[in-house]
């Protein structure tokens, strides 16, 4: 079983920055695929990046492609998103997931899921 927990969220000005790290307990991090994916209100939740558990391949959905990076750091069992030029409608609720799939797009293949992390955009 894992434990994950999302933080660095908050409210920010549009075309700044925030880096969301996601924490991991309980299990072997290194051994997982992981995934950001975000939910608007009103809206599905969204793919946003995932890093395969080696961190040598990365993915993004088009809507955040060079702006966003997902990073790893195995040894302290965490997962970060690193958001640059952020804007309105980066606002949602971001969560980490967990899983082994190799399938990063769909939230069904991740085994296990934070809490999520408010991040809000303002003019």
């Known amino acids: 079983q894992v434990q994950l927990v999302e933080s660095g969220g908050g409210l920010v000005q549009a075309g700044d920055s925030l880096r969301l790290s996601c924490a991991a307990s309980g299990g072997t991090f290194s051994a997982y695929n992981m995934g950001w994916f975000r939910q608007a209100p009103g809206k599905q939740r969204e793919f946003v990046a995932a890093i395969r558990w080696s961190g040598s391949d990365t993915y993004y959905a088009d809507s955040v492609k060079g702006r966003f990076t997902i990073s790893r750091d195995n040894a302290k069992n965490t997962v970060y998103l690193q958001m640059n030029s952020l804007k309105l409608e980066d606002t949602a609720v971001y969560y980490c997931?967990?899983?082994?799939?190799?399938?990063?797009?769909?939230?069904?293949?991740?085994?296990?899921w934070g809490q999520g992390t408010q991040v809000t955009v303002s003019s």
């Open positions: 997931g967990a899983g082994y799939s190799t399938d990063y797009e769909k939230e069904r293949r991740y085994a296990y």
